[in-house]
């Protein structure tokens, strides 16, 4: 225990500690710009200064180690002095006209509009005013005006890429977001260019984001003091009145995220206590309020669509659902609340339906992160947990405290293929024979194309290590290691276990492909339609690309209280921070309410019809002369409500390109494919069509595309591909 | 003592392969020497060697004659001939190619009677001129690694630390902190694995001390590292070399070597069971990485930036660890300090000071070159009795030692005795080493502006005030150079100065105000004189100069006329020539042509309307 004197008060304080660190425990002020509590100190800002008895100069506390006897000021008129210098030299490369003006507050009063512009002259203009850093300094030390000459930067703003602008003519250089992207994501997108007055923060070579193995995960934006880094949806709706704690249903992680809402607007979703990925952090404020977005229930009569009320849609839903009761199917989305999902059950019950199918189906356990804690090998296949599950690779590494080595297996390049200890890229179907090899010793060595070297180096690592193998099932099929080796599969969406363990198993194809089916109620999916059907009823927020009977304006998570299941086996909650817009109702009140006004008595309830599920689409492709590449499918992660976020948010579209099918720049020369021309994907029973994106990701003599339902069920299978004029 | 194989040549001739002389072509020289003497058949008689920097550079190349000590200077090719045949095979010096004061006064042959000489005292450069630093057996000879089996066999870790403390060697690179104390600092940091560090980063400009220390006697700082890591605890060592110095590169890389198969490094030195070793780690051209934390940033391979400290790197250094970081020419005296005794070396200099520095005299001086002289002697003894005094008959002005995070020390300050205490007292700090003396013609105003542009494009750029603090004081002193100074501008650059030495992070930022600050305190009525009389008193700032033809010594002569590049100057044959101030463009060609006789070229402050 040491004792240390900050301004005459004596303290107690642990060796390794910061007297910044004691001072704010002991509810000392002392003001700080560079420093963050989740971040590594950096003494860059010098604004944190104080004064030690006996040392000739004053010092940074935010990377002052505490030692006993230490006597601290942290309030002389020197360091006010010094922190005003600081400030002030800052501010001459900030522009500080609205900062000093002795107008503003006549200016703050009645011209309330923001003055949104193409450069940022001052305050007024400036998308973060009244939440920015700078300000509350430049109230706090009480600083009137700036004896420098004024440099602006005078650089264009980056609004090259999605998601979010960058404007460094108003970076402080506090070297937060580098320290971000390089510590705690491990991205290592971020560093200072150039040195002295020159410094700027950017990419490697001034790169596009897109091109630096950014994930777009906006934690460099959560922690910019000042404007530079900014959303751009929402940038301009205000200051919030409100942060909703809720849950991400965008994928099986289920962060907790905040919803930062004005009035009926949700601005953006910003991280609660872990990080979260580009899904939750830019998809879900566009989402909710996307121009696209159908909020009034709906039906076809004749061949128009009509607006009509709830009565009257849910009237029509009841009548045909009751006559149609024996000859329902209905496929609906995990994405859904707990509460939901449970209704539909027991609609489904009540209706004697036995065609209930949800996307995503898979026997998979809960795991519990703490259990994972010694130094540690995972082994991931097929799956990009960078791209789809990056959350939960940082908390694995937290959990971590010895080293965690990564080795990848996986056919098809990705962001986690780059920062892979070791990348073993085997010909694509040949994962199974390489994990055996890995595992197992065998005289014959089976044809997968990885070095001798590299399997003795993983089974090297392997020796008195815990090992842990995580994939996603949708990719690989069933894998089968040693018992020892410890399996975490990863079903790609949320409440996956939840409908596992309420038993409903009957795949989708199945519903789709049920002749006797005539009524189909969607509650979430968009799926292929093989079939026409006697009445398709359409439970969503978008309208499906096919024709319908009717349509019942559903309610996103953002807009509805429930709870959902995530890939650990938590529940978590969901929370409204903003009501419904226009007529759309919660999916729990939707279907309350068709259960409710069905009333359906009769036959005693029976067991639903289990067959057996098939788990995977996965299979050993080879290939034929007359079909010579070979179709990889992949799971597309960013879905909502069946709906791909790349059909509706283009900057998920440029990041991913899920909607593109990959292939390799030597198969494209061979084939004549050209960037971006639009292509057949032919096979014994399938034909796609879509635009190629060029890419040594993609295996040679094969191509790789994002399998979703509204594309149809497709499986890996020898292809070939045509250009069609493009 | 020379090498018993030595023993039959009868003379010996030492060439300077310092970097400066061997870009006046000494190898050239010492090739032509080898060619003649074996043409002339005294290859059994004579032998050619290299050696280090002799530290009178001004008069490069230089060959020294031994046993007698015979000086050479200013060779070329064309001398050799000469110097075989009449040195060489008659035995008689040649005396047009020895060292004169002046060339009116007679020739002095003999190295040691030479003023530049004979007023140093020779403690790192001890084999200066008489050592091939690629041969390891002639630094043998000279009691080479005696030390080292000093200090490996017969004392223990904590009594060679006893001495270094006694000796009072203070760190030669600027700071001048107790060089015993911080290695006992570093061997009392808890932790198994230590490193030691040479800073051989000098990035001052114009100081080559330690360029010329490595490369002339390598094995000196090499033996002092295997000495510092045994009384630290440590097994592994880094020497870091700007990568502007490629031959000292190479001379420690070859030193390395020799000094690895004799064992004197690597596993079980001597015998004794003590391992150590030595990489070289190149820096990659930023003058911060000088700082001690920024070096070690980029041995670890991070960008240079220094970082706060405490913890200093004696507790957390390298990769964390206790690491001690010392200079190159700190770890030269540490052989000899073993060898011949802290009390031999407390002996020299003064109180708070011992032993010699190593300056670099350069600027308007006689005799540039290197000089070693012990603590204590005046600034008035170095530059006129070593320096030869100021060239051309200028008067002296001031000297600005410790580069720049120096100050300039004035006339009135010339009896100052040079220690680091006395330097820091007067404004200034003795710094590396570097000592640019200045005369008459030179523009204080001017050469803070030149160090405080230096600092600001070297600064890290991590911290405001040293990134920004600087940038804002370079545009006052531009201004004010530029005839655009206004009131206050002295006093905004003394606050703005004090504050940036008082809140920047690392030591580039602290003391990067102080040509500014000293130059104001000494010179206030210069800046003055620049920004209220819009002069120049040195008639340097171009804006606030103008060139004029004095009427009464020009002889119409038209040479001026005919080399502006401007066509300014107007005239007729044999009569007076004018320059149209309007077409001027200052660039002092007139001056330099105008023949010596008339001189009718003078330049005037403020400018003539």
Redesign the interface.
């Known amino acids: 225990m040491i004792t240390l004197t900050i301004n005459k008060k004596k303290v107690k304080a642990k060796k390794g500690e910061t007297v910044l660190e004691v001072a704010q425990r002991e509810g000392i002020y002392i003001p700080t710009l560079c420093y963050h509590k989740d971040l590594t100190p950096?003494?860059?800002?010098?604004i944190c200064?104080v004064e030690v008895q006996g040392w000739p100069?004053?010092?940074?506390s935010c990377?002052?180690?505490v030692e006993d006897g230490m006597v601290v000021k942290t309030d002389t008129r020197?360091l006010k002095?010094?922190r005003r210098?600081?400030l002030q030299?800052?501010l001459?490369?900030h522009p500080h006209a609205c900062l000093i003006c002795s107008k503003e507050k006549d200016c703050s009063q009645y011209q309330e509009c923001i003055q949104k512009s193409v450069i940022t002259f001052g305050c007024k203009f400036c998308s973060q005013n009244k939440r920015c850093e700078l300000q509350d300094l430049v109230d706090y030390l009480g600083i009137k005006d700036i004896?420098?000459?004024f440099?602006y930067r005078n650089l264009e703003v980056e609004r090259f890429d999605p998601f979010f602008d960058r404007d460094y003519n108003i970076c402080i250089?506090c070297?937060r977001c580098v320290r971000m992207c390089q510590e705690v994501r491990g991205a290592s997108v971020l560093?200072?260019h150039?040195?002295?007055?020159?410094?700027l923060v950017g990419t490697a070579f001034d790169l596009p984001h897109l091109e630096t193995g950014c994930q777009f995960c906006g934690a460099c934006i959560d922690v910019c003091p000042t404007g530079a880094l900014r959303d751009r949806y929402g940038k301009w709706i205000g200051v919030p009145d409100r942060s909703i704690k809720t849950t991400c249903t965008l994928c099986s992680i289920g962060c907790s995220i905040r919803l930062n809402c004005l009035d009926t607007s949700v601005i953006n979703s910003t991280p609660d206590d872990n990080q979260i990925c580009v899904r939750g952090r830019f998809g879900i404020a566009p989402l909710v309020h996307h121009p696209k977005r159908v909020t009034s229930p709906m039906m076809r009569k004749g061949d128009r669509l009509v607006v009509v009320e709830w009565d009257e849609a849910l009237q029509f839903v009841c009548s045909r659902l009751k006559d149609q009761s024996g000859k329902a199917g209905i496929v609906f989305s995990p994405q859904l609340s707990i509460e939901a999902i449970d209704s539909l059950y027991r609609l489904a019950d009540s209706l004697h339906c036995h065609s209930l199918s949800a996307y995503s189906i898979c026997h998979c356990a809960p795991f519990d992160l703490k259990e994972i804690k010694d130094e540690a090998v995972f082994i991931i296949v097929n799956t990009d947990m960078i791209s789809d599950f990056s959350p939960l690779l940082l908390r694995l590494r937290e959990c971590i405290k010895g080293k965690a080595t990564f080795i990848v297996i996986d056919a098809v390049g990705g962001e986690i293929t780059q920062m892979a200890d070791l990348w073993m890229r085997p010909e694509p179907g040949k994962e199974k024979e390489l994990i055996d090899q890995i595992f197992v010793q065998r005289k014959k060595r089976a044809y997968t194309n990885i070095s001798a070297k590299d399997i003795k180096y993983v089974r090297d690592l392997l020796v008195g290590k815990n090992c842990y193998v995580l994939y996603n099932p949708f990719n690989t099929g069933n894998l089968s290691v040693p018992k020892e080796i410890e399996t975490i599969a990863l079903p790609s969406s949320i409440n996956a276990l939840k409908i596992d363990a309420l038993g409903i198993d009957t795949p989708v194809t199945q519903v789709l492909h049920d002749k006797n089916i005539q009524c189909l109620y969607l509650c979430g999916a968009v799926p292929q339609l093989i079939k026409k059907y006697d009445t398709v009823i359409v439970q969503d927020s978008f309208l499906p690309p096919y024709e319908f009977d009717v349509f019942l304006p559903a309610a996103l998570f953002a807009e509805i209280n429930g709870s959902v299941m995530n890939i650990e086996g938590k529940i978590k909650k969901v929370r409204k921070a903003i009501e419904p817009r226009g007529k759309a109702r919660s999916d729990e009140w939707i279907l309350g309410e068709i259960t409710r006004r069905l009333n359906f008595s009769g036959r005693t309830r029976q067991q639903m019809r289990r067959k057996g599920a098939r788990i995977t689409t996965y299979r050993s492709v080879g290939s034929s002369k007359a079909y010579p590449i070979r179709l990889i499918v992949r799971e597309n992660n960013y879905v909502y409500r069946g709906k791909p976020l790349a059909q509706l948010m283009k900057g998920f579209e440029r990041l991913r390109h899920d909607n593109h099918v990959w292939i390799h720049s030597s198969t494209a020369k061979k084939h004549r494919v050209k960037d971006g021309a639009v292509v057949q994907i032919i096979g014994k029973e399938m034909k796609l069509t879509m635009p190629a994106w060029i890419t040594d990701d993609a295996p040679k003599e094969s191509v790789v595309i994002f399998s979703h339902p509204s594309i149809g069920f497709i499986d890996s299978q020898p292809v070939r591909i045509a250009c069609t004029k493009s | 003592m020379a090498k018993r194989s030595h023993k039959k040549f009868r003379l010996h001739l030492y060439i300077c392969a310092g970097t400066g002389c061997v870009a006046n072509r000494s190898l050239e020289i010492k090739e032509e020497l080898i060619k003649e003497i074996a043409r002339r058949g005294l290859k059994d008689e004579v032998r050619v060697a290299i050696t280090g920097c002799n530290g009178f550079c001004e008069r490069g190349p230089i060959v020294v004659v031994r046993p007698d000590g015979i000086f050479y200077q200013k060779l070329t090719k064309k001398d050799i001939p000469d110097l075989v045949e009449e040195h060489l095979i008659k035995g008689r010096p040649v005396e047009r190619l020895m060292y004169r004061q002046t060339p009116k006064t007679p020739a002095i042959p003999k190295m040691k009677d030479i003023d530049f000489f004979k007023h140093q005292s020779l403690i790192v450069f001890r084999n200066r001129s008489r050592l091939n630093p690629e041969d390891i057996d002639e630094y043998i000879n000279y009691d080479g690694y005696s030390a080292l089996k000093k200090a490996l066999m017969h004392m223990t870790p904590e009594e060679i630390i006893t001495e270094i403390k006694a000796s009072g060697l203070r760190g030669r690179g600027g700071a001048g902190f107790p060089t015993g104390l911080k290695w006992e600092l570093c061997r009392q940091s808890p932790g198994k694995t230590k490193y030691i560090i040479c800073n051989g980063d000098e990035g001052d400009p114009g100081a080559f001390m330690d360029r010329s220390v490595l490369e002339a006697d390598p094995h000196a700082v090499i033996e002092g590292l295997i000495i510092g890591a045994k009384a630290i605890g440590a097994e592994k060592g880094f020497i870091y070399v700007r990568n502007e110095y490629p031959l000292a590169v190479k001379r420690i890389r070859i030193a390395l070597h020799q000094a690895e198969k004799r064992n004197f490094l690597g596993d079980n030195i001597l015998g004794t069971g003590f391992n150590f070793s030595i990489d070289v780690v190149r820096g990659s051209g930023?003058f911060?990485c000088g700082e001690e934390t920024a070096l070690l940033a980029s041995i670890e391979g991070r960008?240079g930036r220094p970082?706060?400290r405490?913890?200093y790197p004696v507790q957390k250094g390298l990769w964390g660890r206790p690491t001690n970081i010392n200079n190159v020419e700190t770890w030269a005296n540490v052989p000899v300090i073993i060898l011949r005794g802290a009390k031999w070396f407390s002996s020299i200099g003064t109180k708070g000071s011992k032993g010699t520095k190593i300056f670099s005299l350069v600027g308007k001086i006689n005799n540039t070159g290197l000089v070693e002289v012990p603590m204590g002697i005046t600034l008035k003894s170095i530059i006129y009795d070593i320096g030869g005094g100021i060239p051309h008959g200028k008067k002296f002005k001031a000297v600005q030692t410790g580069g720049p995070s120096g100050g300039c020390i004035p006339k009135d300050l010339l009896e100052l005795p040079i220690d680091y205490e006395s330097l820091t007292e007067a404004g200034s700090m003795m710094g590396s080493g570097g000592m640019i003396v200045l005369d008459e013609d030179t523009c204080m105003v001017d050469v803070a502006r030149y160090f405080l542009n230096f600092t600001?494009?070297?600064?890290?750029?991590?911290?405001?005030?040293c990134?920004?603090?600087t940038?804002?004081m370079v545009?006052i002193l531009n201004r004010i150079t530029e005839g655009e100074g206004r009131e206050g501008d002295i006093e905004?650059l003394e606050e703005?100065g004090k504050?940036v030495k008082?809140?920047?992070?690392c030591g580039l930022g602290?003391t990067s105000p102080n040509p500014v600050l000293t130059t104001i305190r000494y010179f206030r009525d210069e800046y003055e004189a620049h920004i209220q009389k819009k002069q120049c008193p040195a008639r340097v700032c171009k804006a606030l100069i103008s060139y004029v033809i004095d009427p009464e010594l020009c002889s119409g002569c038209t040479v001026c006329a005919k080399n502006c590049p401007s066509d300014a100057i107007i005239g007729e044959p044999k009569k007076v020539h004018t320059i149209d101030q309007s077409k001027c463009i200052k660039c002092g060609i007139c001056i330099t042509v105008c023949p010596d006789k008339f001189q009718a070229v003078k330049k005037m402050s403020p400018v003539i309307k």
């Open positions: 950096y003494g860059g800002c010098r200064v100069l004053p010092v940074a990377t002052l180690p020197l002095k010094l210098f600081s030299l800052i001459s490369e004896p420098f000459n440099h250089l070297g560093d200072f150039h040195r002295g007055p020159e410094t | 930023a911060v960008v970082r706060p405490p913890p600001q494009q070297e600064s890290c750029g991590k911290c405001p005030s990134r920004l603090g940038k804002q545009e905004l703005v504050n008082l809140s920047s992070l602290q």
